[in-house]
Nanobody, 120 residues
Framework: QVQLVESGGGLVQAGGSLRLSCAASGSFFRIDGMGWYRQAPGNQRELVAVITSGGTTTYADSVKGRFTISRDNAKNTVYMQMNNLKPEDTVVYYC??????????????WGQGTQVTVSS
């Protein structure tokens, strides 16, 4: 079993910054992709940013130039620095990890979600 524990959400004024963290723990062979998704009430969960184990990143157009995803493979942790936050960034953010439990045996895991609220 793999657990993803998120931290770093909260309340910030528009134009401010927050840093989200997500640490993976448990028994597994390797973590491949890690990333962040977000979901507003009544909407589908959408990709915000993902990063491969080799460091290749992908961002949603809405956050390009404002958010930066990074990871520390030694700590099994992914981060997302969010700058110039906007009220429309207000939503619950979920950490995601694609994990090889054993070599070639893939599972996808989600964190519990962390609320980000941006006031105007």
């Amino acid at each position: 079993q793999v657990q993803l524990v998120e931290s770093g959400g909260g309340l910030v004024q528009a134009g401010g910054s927050l840093r989200l963290s997500c640490a993976a723990s448990g028994s597994f062979f390797r973590i491949d992709g890690m990333g962040w998704y977000r979901q507003a009430p009544g909407n589908q969960r959408e990709l915000v940013a993902v990063i491969t184990s080799g460091g290749t990143t992908t961002y949603a157009d809405s956050v390009k130039g404002r958010f930066t995803i990074s990871r520390d493979n030694a700590k099994n942790t992914v981060y997302m620095q969010m700058n110039n936050l906007k009220p429309e960034d207000t939503v619950v953010y979920y950490c995601n990890a694609v994990v090889q439990i054993t070599q070639g045996n893939y599972r996808q895991y989600w964190g519990q979600g962390t609320q980000v609220t941006v006031s105007s």
